[in-house]
């Protein structure tokens, strides 16, 4: 491939209705969209998943948008790639910043599959083509809560996911069991918890919840043993999976059971497939995780998804669990609790152009 053009578009749009975690409330959603053109002109499509703030992780639009323009970029198009698994090895010398890498990781990928005319989910060597679908409820009171989840699965959403925090979990959770008492449930901590609030933890136990995901500190993997030791309820780990490394560091403690993969947390599409090869040789489970993203990175999270470990539903969701319109066409729809993925080349969505016009705030290309 002979790279020759690379566009970011910073995008912004209101949510639907705010989004509550244990680490604040969310109106508003930024996001880059990436578009590397190769001498042909066929373009692939990548999105950095950062948030306006930190609050996630270390990394901010600003912040990829700096290291794509400054260091990411200039990398890329210094030399032509043959494949996409070569750019780990290339962005290597560059500690961190893997939602900036992922975002253009994953639109070479989209390119790399539309050269071979193939659909991305194939290239992988995905299986699936039918992948389940979650929601997740993002309200902490607990009628809001109620009305989402009503909502969810009245739409067929095949799992719930509700975030927890000290003094709103057990009321919180027990409210919707007692509403719920078969559907496939589970909490998100977003690292609210200490080892002093494993009580908490394992008063959750009764409610028979699929998994409680990442009770403890972002960069916990050694005290997550403990409360995985104590809970009968499967421990998921999000935020303390950042390398390849950090997922053999948690399977060898067993400080979980199940592994919440995303792409921009880990780095692009390729580590992303590895930690998934590395879970189901040892037998832990995965599902692909979500960012509140635009079109572009939930139809590169169906290409994860097709891949034959991904078995618990993710949060990927529809484009309107969200936005009022996506930027991508179509745009990504839930039938029957299940989205079928496209058989067209590449990620098999294209740009919602007069969308991306409306949502446009700053674009900027760099050519080689
Ligand atoms: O912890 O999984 C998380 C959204 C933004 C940042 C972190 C998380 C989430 C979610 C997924 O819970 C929400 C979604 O994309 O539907
Ligand atoms: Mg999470």
Not at 83 to 98: M, V, Y
Not at 151 to 161: D, E, L, S
Not at 255 to 275: D, E, F, H, P, T
Request: hydrophobic share 45%; with cysteine; net charge negative.
């Amino acid at each position: 491939m002979n790279i020759q053009r690379v566009i970011l578009s910073v995008i912004k749009m209101n949510l639907k209705a705010p989004f509550s975690t244990a680490l604040g409330t969310l109106w508003e959603r930024e996001g880059i969209i990436i578009q590397v053109a190769d001498e042909n002109g066929v373009i692939g499509l990548g999105e950095a998943v950062a948030f306006s703030t930190p609050w996630y992780t270390e990394e901010t639009v600003k912040t990829c948008m700096h290291m794509l323009k400054d260091v990411l970029v200039p990398i890329l198009l210094a030399s032509p790639v043959h494949h996409p698994s070569e750019l780990e090895d290339r962005f290597s010398a560059i500690r961190g910043n893997h939602m900036a890498k992922a975002g253009l990781e994953t639109a070479v990928w989209d390119l790399y599959a539309k050269n071979q005319n193939k659909p991305l989910w194939e290239v992988i060597g995905g299986t699936q083509m039918i992948i389940p679908s979650g929601a997740v409820v993002g309200a902490h009171d607990l009628d809001t809560a109620l009305i989402q989840m009503e909502a969810f699965v009245k739409q067929g959403y095949k799992r719930i996911k509700v975030k927890i925090k000290p003094g709103l979990d057990y009321k919180l959770i027990k409210a919707l069991r007692s509403h719920y008492h078969d559907v496939p449930l589970m909490a998100d901590a977003n690292s609210a918890y200490t080892l002093k609030d494993l009580p908490l933890l394992e008063a959750l136990d009764e409610f028979n919840l699929l998994m409680i995901e990442q009770p403890l500190a972002v960069d916990d993997i050694v005290q997550h043993r403990l409360v995985q030791r104590k809970l009968n309820t499967p421990v998921c780990l999000d935020e303390s999976i950042v390398t390849l490394h950090d997922a053999e560091s948690a399977i060898d403690l067993e400080s979980c059971k199940v592994i919440n993969i995303k792409i921009g947390r880990v780095g692009g599409l390729s580590n992303a497939i590895k930690i998934h090869d590395l879970c189901l040789q040892n037998g832990l489970e995965v599902w692909c995780g979500g960012m509140i993203e635009f079109g572009v990175s939930r139809a590169h999270n169906l290409v994860l998804s097709s891949l034959k470990g991904f078995k618990i539903p993710g949060d990927i969701s529809a484009s309107n669990r969200y936005w009022d319109e996506d930027i991508i066409l179509p745009e990504v729809e839930v039938v029957n609790g299940n989205i079928h993925l496209s058989s067209k080349a590449g990620i098999g969505f294209e740009l919602n152009h007069n969308r991306m016009a409306e949502v446009t705030t700053y674009e900027e290309e760099i050519r080689g």
